[in-house]
């Protein structure tokens, strides 16, 4: 079955670490997303990217950064600059032009928590 | 810049009764309306959406929007709430056809035996 794969489901982290959450889609979309979710907050954008070597910054992309190198891929880095990177983080595609009918499809999240 | 406001934060109600939970939005034009639903530590799966055309749409169990254009609302309604429905619903729009959908903070429905 097609669909998002997002990978560790908990990962925990001390403070001063680099961590990088893993996000694989065989739906073959163009468009990949990462959203970061708190209580009480929805979900906010983090980055997002229509198309492989290309990515843009969302409403909270500081202190994260990204990759596209592979359509299915589309890693997220949380780094040390990342002040209160505690949160539920959630991958999600998107298909582009025309058979675009705006429903973002999404991974089951990963839960990282600070020490 | 398009925003997304859900008033209620919790909602419970009993099985079997009607359920609306309120969604308003702010954008200058008619945008692309979304209700998404969560399970705990789970992803988010799309109930219903709205592009154009008929303002009521149906989505998946059960569930229904109607978008009301002059008081910039997308409520979601189902007649009759199943213990299974106890989960966190999001508003969302997308005002830039196609690249960011904004969310609102999220309704947590709890349903009472």
């Known amino acids: 079955d097609g669909g998002i794969t997002q990978s560790p489901k908990y990962l925990f982290r001390k403070e001063g670490q680099n961590v990088t959450l893993s996000c694989e889609q065989n739906l073959n979309h163009d468009a990949m997303y990462w959203y970061r979710q708190d209580p009480g907050q929805g979900l906010r954008l983090i980055y997002y990217s229509q198309i492989v070597n290309d990515f843009q910054k969302g409403d909270i992309a500081e202190g994260y950064s990204v990759s596209r190198e592979k359509k299915e891929s589309f890693p997220l880095t949380v780094t040390s600059a990342q002040k209160n990177p505690t949160a539920f983080y959630l991958c999600?595609?998107?298909?582009?032009?025309?058979?675009?009918?705006?429903?973002?499809?999404f991974g089951e999240g990963s839960r990282l928590t600070v020490l | 810049a398009q925003s997304v406001t859900q008033p209620d934060i919790h909602i419970t109600v009993s099985e079997g009764a009607s359920l609306e939970l309120r969604c308003n939005y702010s954008y200058g034009a008619t945008p692309y309306l979304f209700w998404y639903v969560q399970s705990p530590g789970q992803g988010l799966q799309l109930l219903l959406k709205y592009f154009s055309g008929d303002t009521l749409v149906q989505g998946i169990k059960g569930f229904e929007a109607e978008f009301k254009r002059s008081q910039s609302s997308f409520n979601l309604r189902k007649p009759s709430v199943h213990w299974s429905d106890a989960a966190e619903y999001f508003c969302a729009v997308d005002g830039n056809a196609g690249n960011m959908l904004t969310f609102g903070g999220g309704t947590r429905l709890m349903v009472k035996p």
């Open positions: 999600a595609s998107r298909r582009s032009g025309l058979a675009d009918t705006g429903e973002l499809f």
